[in-house]
Structures are given as C-alpha cells and as structure tokens.
C-alpha cells in the first residue's frame, strides 16, 4: 500500500533563503507526483506536474525533483517571498483514478 | 480554459439536519469528478470519485452520498449530518488527457454543530 511522507510538517525561514521541501513515497511504481500549494481555508492549486520517467520540473522560483529508485521527491523554492506562506502537499499517482496524499507542509515566510 | 466551482462557500448545519453541495466545471466534457474532505491539520481523504453520468464509488464508508446528475455536476449529499461530518470538503475533476493531474475547486467549509 503506498505511504506518502512529508517532512517535515511545518517550517519558518526568513524572506530571501532558498529552501527546500520533502516527500516520500514507499512505492516507486509511481504514474506521476504532483505538488500543490493550499492557501488557508482555500483549495488547492496545482504547481508542479513530474511524469514517472521525468527527473524534475520547473516553473519560475519552483523546481521539483523525483528520484522514483529512493522514493522521494523535492520542491525547491528559490529567493522565498512573503507570498509563499501556504501549505504545501504532494500526492502521487500510481496510473488509476487515484492520488495518495500526503499532510502537507506548513511553510511560513519571515519578512 | 477549465473552471470548477463549489457552493456554498460556508455551511453552519445542525447535527441530524441534511446536507448538499454543489460542485460544477466549466469547459471540458466526460471529466473524472472527486470529493475530498479534510479535517483540521489533516491530509485530504478521498471520498467520491465519479468517472461518468450516474457512475460513483464510494471509498469509505460514511453517512455521506453523492451523485452526478449531468456530466460537469458532482453532488455530495447527507441525510442527517453527524459531528464528525465537520471539514472542508473540496470537489476536484481530471481530464482524460491530462496525465492524471487533478484541478481543484475553492471548497467549502462546513461546521456541524
């Protein structure tokens, strides 16, 4: 049964640093991971779509990896913004109707 | 462009009173549709996926329904609502082509009391 980890659950840094997010996943037959940001008491927007046979995914300060053989994946914010403070989850497909989640990372950006 | 939306966006229901929410999307045809609850510091749980007119599974048990009336229209419904019934309920559609990428609705908030 796939297990997907985030940690950790939440982090403060100041505004300017590169940082780094984690998730893990016990099954590497995976279809697809996706990461996505929840701001409070909203829903979800997609960020980052990596396909099984893709190694990472950028869009602006945002980079995702996976590393499908260590079952983990990475998000990577570059120069953090005030506006970056949200939740922020990933869930992977394993190629059905379904996504298995995981809890998120509180992040919060320090002006 | 796709837009999916939910109403309402808060709900205040009484324990034992019935329940509905709406969830619609716009520009796209024969989408997989989702309901998801997450409670409070809490992953989101799968608990309706529909992937046409009048076809829903069910992933948990609950006293919770829902039904698609119409192809872009995903209902979730309840009887009588418990305590437990409260969180923050979105509703989500995945196209056929789109590698299984999920696109989420606002939510909406529901407290039960």
């Known amino acids: 049964k796939q297990e997907v980890t985030q940690i950790p659950a939440a982090l403060s840094v100041p505004e300017g640093e590169n940082l780094v997010l984690n998730c893990s996943f016990t099954?590497?037959?995976?279809?697809?991971l996706q990461w996505f940001r929840q701001d409070p008491g909203k829903g979800l927007t997609s960020l980052l779509l990596?396909?099984?046979s893709q190694r990472e995914q950028t869009s602006g300060r945002l980079n995702a990896s996976l590393d499908k053989s260590s079952g983990r994946s990475t998000l990577y914010i570059a120069a953090s913004q005030p506006g970056d403070s949200a939740t922020y989850l990933c869930?992977?497909?394993?190629?059905?109707?379904?996504?298995?989640w995981g809890a998120g990372t509180k992040l919060i950006i320090k002006p | 462009s796709q837009t999916i939306h939910q109403w309402p966006a808060t709900l205040v229901q009484p324990v034992g009173s019935p329940l509905s929410l709406e969830c619609t999307v716009e520009?796209?045809?024969?989408?997989?549709l989702y309901w998801y609850r997450q409670a409070a510091g809490r992953g989101l749980q799968l608990l309706f996926y529909?992937?046409?007119?009048?076809?829903i599974s069910s992933e948990v048990p609950q006293n919770l329904s829902a039904s698609r009336p119409q192809d872009r229209q995903f209902i979730l419904s309840s009887k009588k609502l418990l305590l437990s019934d409260s969180g923050f309920y979105l509703c989500?559609?995945?196209?056929?082509?789109?590698?299984?990428?999920?696109?989420f609705g606002p939510g909406t908030r529901l407290t039960v009391l």
């Open positions: 869930a992977v497909s394993s190629g059905n109707y379904q996504l298995i």
């Open positions: 520009g796209t045809s024969n989408p997989n």
């Open positions: 990596i396909q099984s």
């Open positions: 989500a559609w995945r196209g056929l082509s789109s590698y299984n990428e999920q696109f």
């Open positions: 529909s992937v046409g007119i009048g076809q």
């Open positions: 099954d590497s037959a995976i279809y697809n």
